[in-house]
């Protein structure tokens, strides 16, 4: 049974640090492009990060300089650095494990990020 579970969200205040983990169980870990997307009330899932095996990185605009998306293989497990983080970043923050090689993609549920003063 494959299994993402998220967990590091929470209530920061503007100009603060979160950091997100997302534990893998039941794939291959190594084999997935990892990444954390977010959803805002109102609208679209969107790409935050992705990182894939060998360490290459991609950020969407609106994180770029503020987040680090990182993972530990042998731990199997995913991590995003929020620094800086702004009201416009409040959202549920979803990691996915992705193989587009075999159409094969997870989520996990969803931690919960709210920047507030």
């Known amino acids: 049974q494959v299994q993402l579970v998220e967990s590091g969200g929470g209530l920061v205040q503007p100009g603060g640090s979160l950091r997100l983990s997302c534990a893998a169980s039941?794939?291959?870990?190594?084999?997935?492009?990892m990444g954390w997307y977010r959803q805002a009330p109102g609208k679209s899932r969107e790409l935050v990060a992705t990182?894939?095996?060998?360490?290459?990185?991609f950020y969407a605009e609106s994180v770029k300089g503020r987040f680090t998306i990182s993972r530990d293989n042998a731990k199997n497990t995913v991590y995003l650095q929020m620094n800086s983080l702004k009201a416009e970043d409040t959202a549920v923050y979803y990691c996915?494990?992705?193989?587009?090689?075999?159409?094969?993609?997870?989520w996990g549920q969803g931690t919960q990020v709210t920047v507030s003063a």
């Open positions: 990182v894939t095996s060998g360490g290459n990185t």
């Open positions: 996915n494990a992705d193989m587009s090689l075999l159409s094969v993609n997870y």
């Open positions: 039941g794939i291959s870990f190594k084999l997935y492009v």
